[in-house]
């Protein structure tokens, strides 16, 4: 079992930056590709970004590719997402979630099924 909790939303002006935390207990996520997704209101659930295991291969939406970046350190059982150039149609809540299959490709994490998900934090940019 993993449970993940996120951290690190808020209100930012465009242009602003943020950056998320996820961090994991139960299960260390050294097992785990790593991802992060998003849902503004009314929208479907989108993929964000998700890291390997090691975090040495990563892997972006077109949609953020240059202004976000997903990181990890597996000492403290954390994942991050830095966020820089923030629009106001980056607003939503931002999940992190370890999939069904702990050894997939960060390229194939956006259509994947997730075993576990936090709870979400919002992120909130004004124009």
């Known amino acids: 079992q993993v449970q993940l909790v996120e951290s690190g939303g808020g209100l930012v002006q465009a242009g602003g930056s943020l950056r998320l935390s996820c961090a994991a207990s139960g299960r260390t996520v050294i097992m785990y590709t790593m991802g992060w997704f998003r849902q503004a209101l009314g929208k479907e659930r989108e993929f964000v970004a998700a890291?390997?295991?090691?975090?040495?291969?990563?892997f972006h939406a077109e949609s953020v590719k240059g202004r976000f970046t997903i990181s990890r350190d597996n000492a403290k059982n954390t994942v991050y997402l830095q966020m820089n150039s923030l629009k106001p149609e980056d607003t939503a809540v931002y999940y992190c979630?370890?999939?069904?299959?702990?050894?997939?490709?960060?390229?194939?994490?956006?259509?994947?099924?997730?075993?576990?998900w936090g709870q979400g934090t919002q992120v909130t940019v004004s124009s």
């Open positions: 979630a370890a999939p069904v299959s702990p050894y997939r490709t960060p390229q194939s994490m956006g259509g994947a099924p997730m075993a576990y």
């Open positions: 890291i390997s295991r090691s975090g040495d291969s990563t």
